[in-house]
Structure formats: structure tokens, C-alpha cells
């Protein structure tokens, strides 16, 4: 019996040799595909008949209109509009917390969905910020800032707000980086507005762990998708349709 075993366990050992094929992984690519309506052209009867006793306790929630964008927008590096928006929606949200921040860093991997033109629900929103990360603010010194563009442009670009222009090369080298026109003072003090995720130095930005006088809300309240949320409810009231485009706030040196 023990010989049997013996024999069975190694004629599996040599069968799954043979059957191993050796692959070599030649490369890895990336896209986002916004998925909408146009998927629906041909919706499956009974799937739909599963769903719907769950569909509108969903919609419930998800399905509410928060607000409006006036184009298709999506995060891509070094810029891209979406992560522009993310970024200036911080800074401007900062009134809510007594914050006046200098400007703001949201990063691309935190941005997990695209907004489509025209109305956008509080399930768009969930689906673009789904973590539970917060906002945060914090003071770095000059000197700390030039550390952070310098991750920033190793990483090909993050979210940043307007005002903040950075120069960078193909291979990540920081070039030159002002803000609103000025360069940036080793020696002063600026504070910014992020996440708490990269505000404890994750993600390669390892200069915010240099911060100082942080302020970082625990409450569910402040995070992320919430903070988006009620910009976007903010701007409807007002009757703004929003708006954000690329506009050389990062530029790879050619």
C-alpha cells in the first residue's frame, strides 16, 4: 500500500512537470473604460429580473443627482482634468474646516472611476473616490515642498491644484516648480490640503511625514467622496455646471 502511495504521488508530481507550460510575461498595459448606457443596448431578462428586488433600495441611495460636468473627465498622468477637479475641490472646501491652504495633492491612484458628461450622482462620485481616506491638512517647510514635487514628478505626476506648476523630465526629474507664478521659498512655511492616505507619507510621497500642525478629521463626514460630494451639491445650488480642464500644471521637458 505505502509503494502505491509512493508511486501515485510522484506520477502526480511528474504530470503536473509535464503539464506546466513556461510563459515569459512580455509586458503590462492599462486603460479605463467608462462603463454606461451603452452597455444596456441588450440587457439579459433574467438578470434583471434578479436584480429587481434590489435595484431600487440601490438606486435609493446611489441613484441621486449631486450636480453636473460639462465633459467626459478622467485621471491620467502627468495632468489630467479630473485629477485637476479633485485637487481644486479641496482647496475650496478647505472654508469648511477654517483651512486656508496654499494648494492641494490628490493622488492618481486614490481616483478609481471617471466622470461622464452631464449629470453626475452620488453614486459617480463613489465609484471616482470608493476609499476611506479624508481630507487632511498639513505644514511643510519650503524645503519639504521642493522634496514633495521632486516625488511627485519621480511618480510622472499627481493631482495638484491651480496654482502650482511643475516642470518635470521623461524620467522623472524635477525641473523647476512654482507656485502662482513664484518660486517656491526654501525657508517659508506652506500649508496643504490631501488625503490622510498620503498625508502619512504613503503612495512615494514620503515628504509629508516631515509635516507639521496636522489637522486630519476621524469622522465618516470628512471623507473623501463626502468632501466631493458637497462641492458638487454646492456648485448645483448655485446653478454651475462644473468644469476643469488640463492646463500645464504639470509639463514633461521635452
Given at each position: 500500500?505505502?509503494?502505491?502511495?509512493?508511486?501515485?504521488?510522484?506520477?502526480?508530481?511528474?504530470?503536473?512537470?509535464?503539464?506546466?507550460?513556461?510563459?515569459?510575461?512580455?509586458?503590462?498595459?492599462?486603460?479605463?473604460?467608462?462603463?454606461?448606457?451603452?452597455?444596456?443596448?441588450?440587457?439579459?431578462?433574467?438578470?434583471?429580473?434578479?436584480?429587481?428586488?434590489?435595484?431600487?433600495?440601490?438606486?435609493?441611495?446611489?441613484?441621486?443627482?449631486?450636480?453636473?460636468?460639462?465633459?467626459?473627465?478622467?485621471?491620467?498622468?502627468?495632468?489630467?482634468?479630473?485629477?485637476?477637479?479633485?485637487?481644486?475641490?479641496?482647496?475650496?472646501?478647505?472654508?469648511?474646516?477654517?483651512?486656508?491652504?496654499?494648494?492641494?495633492?490628490?493622488?492618481?491612484?486614490?481616483?478609481?472611476?471617471?466622470?461622464?458628461?452631464?449629470?453626475?450622482?452620488?453614486?459617480?462620485?463613489?465609484?471616482?473616490?470608493?476609499?476611506?481616506?479624508?481630507?487632511?491638512?498639513?505644514?511643510?517647510?519650503?524645503?519639504?515642498?521642493?522634496?514633495?514635487?521632486?516625488?511627485?514628478?519621480?511618480?510622472?505626476?499627481?493631482?495638484?491644484?491651480?496654482?502650482?506648476?511643475?516642470?518635470?523630465?521623461?524620467?522623472?526629474?524635477l525641473v523647476s516648480a512654482h507656485l502662482f507664478g513664484k518660486e517656491i521659498d526654501p525657508q517659508a512655511k506652506y500649508r496643504i490640503t490631501t488625503i490622510?492616505?498620503?498625508?502619512?507619507?504613503?503612495?512615494?510621497?514620503?515628504?509629508?511625514?516631515?509635516?507639521?500642525?496636522?489637522?486630519?478629521?476621524?469622522?465618516?463626514?470628512?471623507?473623501a467622496r463626502y468632501v466631493i460630494r458637497d462641492y458638487f451639491q454646492e456648485m448645483s445650488q448655485k446653478g454651475q455646471v462644473v468644469d476643469s480642464k488640463?492646463?500645464?500644471?504639470?509639463?514633461?521637458?521635452?
Amino acid at each position: 500500500m505505502k509503494k502505491f502511495l509512493v508511486l501515485m504521488a510522484t506520477a502526480a508530481v511528474l504530470l503536473l512537470t509535464a503539464c506546466t507550460a513556461h510563459y515569459q510575461l512580455s509586458g503590462v498595459s492599462q486603460t479605463r473604460i467608462i462603463v454606461d448606457n451603452t452597455y444596456d443596448a441588450q440587457p439579459d431578462a433574467a438578470a434583471a429580473a434578479f436584480l429587481a428586488p434590489y435595484k431600487q433600495k440601490v438606486d435609493s441611495v446611489m441613484g441621486p443627482i449631486v450636480g453636473r460636468v460639462v465633459r467626459d473627465m478622467e485621471a491620467k498622468r502627468p495632468e489630467s482634468d479630473l485629477s485637476n477637479l479633485l485637487a481644486d475641490i479641496f482647496v475650496y472646501m478647505a472654508k469648511e474646516y477654517n483651512e486656508t491652504p496654499d494648494f492641494a495633492v490628490y493622488n492618481m491612484g486614490g481616483i478609481r472611476a471617471a466622470f461622464s458628461k452631464g449629470d453626475v450622482t452620488y453614486g459617480d462620485v463613489l465609484d471616482v473616490s470608493p476609499f476611506e481616506n479624508k481630507i487632511s491638512f498639513v505644514t511643510l517647510t519650503g524645503e519639504n515642498v521642493l522634496e514633495l514635487f521632486s516625488q511627485i514628478a519621480k511618480r510622472g505626476g499627481e493631482g495638484v491644484s491651480k496654482g502650482v506648476q511643475l516642470v518635470i523630465t521623461e524620467d522623472g526629474r524635477l525641473v523647476s516648480a512654482h507656485l502662482f507664478g513664484k518660486e517656491i521659498d526654501p525657508q517659508a512655511k506652506y500649508r496643504i490640503t490631501t488625503i490622510d492616505y498620503l498625508a502619512q507619507g504613503n503612495d512615494g510621497l514620503t515628504a509629508f511625514k516631515n509635516g507639521t500642525n496636522l489637522n486630519s478629521p476621524k469622522d465618516e463626514k470628512n471623507n473623501a467622496r463626502y468632501v466631493i460630494r458637497d462641492y458638487f451639491q454646492e456648485m448645483s445650488q448655485k446653478g454651475q455646471v462644473v468644469d476643469s480642464k488640463v492646463e500645464g500644471r504639470i509639463i514633461i521637458e521635452k
